[in-house]
């Protein structure tokens, strides 16, 4: 019986932004409840839920205060557990994201190394020996804290200065302020980890996406120390929680998946060139066809068999991180991107309402978002107050919502047979149909040459081998293909034709075929 992750399309929950249900103007998880079955009847069949643990919300809850309490605006603990008993009602599962690089200064961990006598805490977060000492100049910490407690030292910081480093320890000690991986502060923190982990599996969660999975052993160029790290947590959950799936932000698949991982992220910033893609000045997707997915699919390719062609390299339309997808695409162009996304290996994840086309908006910063607010907006379902997403005033939803009078809504692109959100179903149909279009099913590059469309690979298993063609510009293209067409899966725009080993094919056009 193969994985549950083979067959799964994930939908990423921003639970601020996505159903509020007692009206005080902010996502929740009763709200989250009541939309699962329009999840399911989308086609997705698993939910990432981003980080709804206490909080002051210094970085929209990637600063936690208590890993194993749910914020109170959000709802309760005993409210999540029955989140995961109603996904699993429904034959789909659930992963919780993981923050183990840092914590929020309001956790009581960091309160009590703070203090200048020492204490049990004194080692669960990066400090130097004196106040005159920084800690920033080492790899792996962005910034450091001085002069705002009683404990003599500077402690570091993750991104933010609101959230303070964990100790995971250093590959290469070199101060004696420097802890080593095998130290009892590293493995003390490395322990408060399992235990957080082991307190929702135990409650039913099906795993985690686990946010800057690569960033925690420090001066750590080669990332053997982190891989090892990995490879300690992994083993403990295939003892005591051997059906938890790990999902890792890291952006390197072939050292992820070496940790246990069962999956890595393509990262939009990085070597990854997805964003030449979606999100660039010459986005590859447009019909202006001035795009280029060679170096993508160079940098794909390597990490694909540096993984011994496993192909668990998750591709996401977006995330709360980056720009909407639709401020560089319309909607026609958008069904292309899907026909792309939901045939390649690994395993899709669908954004909060990019399945609409939901807008970047220009905001100011809320929570720490900054430019990513815009991406951050409150669901919008239909077309009655606040689009459906809270029966609070407006003045009080978490950010603004598209005030433009076109909006996209769920109620009316479900009433619509072929808008973007019928497209993704019937795509995420085909997909599940099809064992050589899901996770595992190998895949191979077939055309793809600097500045040209179309793209073309093809999927395969044991049982069948499915020829993937899409041509996002506007002109009709063809190129070589050594292929004969059996039967036709999918198509958008006119058929594609194969004659004499050329493939043909129209502007804006796609095709899955049986080969």
Not at 88 to 95: E, F, P, S, Y
Not at 442 to 461: A, G, M, N
Request: glycine share 8%; proline share 6%; hydrophobic share 35%.
């Amino acid at each position: 019986m193969s994985h549950w992750l083979e067959e799964s399309v994930f939908y990423e929950i921003y639970p601020q932004s996505f159903k509020d249900l007692n009206g005080d103007g902010i996502g929740d998880i009763p709200g989250i409840i009541q939309k699962l079955d329009y999840i399911k009847e989308l086609g997705c069949n698993a939910l990432w839920l981003n980080p709804c643990y206490l909080s002051p919300f210094g970085d929209a809850g990637y600063d936690v205060a208590d890993y194993c309490q749910v914020a109170p605006r959000y709802g309760t603990n005993e409210d999540l557990v029955r989140l995961f008993k109603e996904v699993h009602k429904r034959d789909m599962h659930i992963i919780l994201d993981f923050v183990p690089g840092h914590t929020s200064v309001e956790h009581p961990w960091f309160k009590e190394s703070c203090k200048a006598e020492p204490n049990s805490y004194w080692g669960r977060y990066i400090w130097s020996d004196s106040i005159w000492t920084d800690v920033a100049d080492y790899d792996g910490i962005t910034g450091s804290l001085r002069g705002l407690y009683p404990r003599n030292g500077c402690v570091a910081v993750n991104f933010f200065s609101n959230q303070p480093a964990l100790n995971y320890g250093f590959a290469h000690p070199t101060e004696p302020w420097q802890s080593p991986v095998d130290s009892p502060e590293a493995l003390g923190t490395r322990q408060a980890m399992k235990d957080a982990m082991a307190f929702w599996l135990s409650k039913g969660c099906d795993g985690f996406r686990v946010d800057m999975a690569g960033s925690l052993v420090k001066n750590d160029t080669d990332s053997v120390e982190t891989i090892r790290l990995w490879q300690d947590i992994r083993n403990y959950l295939d003892r005591a929680y051997p059906d938890a799936v790990l999902i890792s932000e890291w952006g390197e698949p072939d050292k992820s998946l070496m940790g246990g991982f069962h999956m890595d992220f393509l990262l939009h910033f990085g070597p990854s060139h997805y964003m030449d893609l979606f999100r660039c000045e010459h986005p590859y997707f447009s019909r202006e066809g001035k795009g280029d997915a060679s170096a993508f699919v160079e940098t794909y390719q390597k990490n694909y068999n540096l993984t011994k062609q496993k192909g668990m390299i998750c591709i996401p339309s977006g995330n709360h991180d980056m720009d909407r997808i639709r401020k560089y695409l319309d909607y026609e162009e958008l069904k292309l991107v899907y026909a792309f996304l939901l045939s390649m290996p690994g395993v899709p994840f669908l954004y909060y309402g990019d399945e609409i086309g939901m807008r970047h908006l220009e905001l100011n910063s809320v929570e720490g978002g900054y430019g990513r607010t815009g991406a951050r907006t409150p669901m919008q379902w239909d077309n009655g107050k606040n689009y459906g997403f809270s029966d609070g005033e407006e003045e009080n939803l978490y950010t603004v919502q598209d005030s433009s009078i076109d909006a996209p809504v769920v109620s009316q692109q479900m009433a619509k047979a072929d808008s973007l959100w019928h497209e993704i179903q019937k795509l995420i149909k085909i997909r599940r149909n099809y064992p050589s279009l899901c996770a595992s099913g190998t895949i191979e590059f077939v055309y793809c040459q600097p500045k040209k469309y179309p793209l073309v690979y093809l999927r395969s298993d044991e049982k069948s081998r499915i020829l993937v063609a899409i041509n996002p510009s506007a002109e009709d293209v063809s190129c070589p293909c050594p292929y004969e067409m059996k039967e036709k899966i999918y198509g958008f725009g006119k058929d594609i034709q194969i004659e004499n080993e050329t493939l043909h094919m129209s502007g804006q056009s796609a095709g899955f075929v049986l080969v």
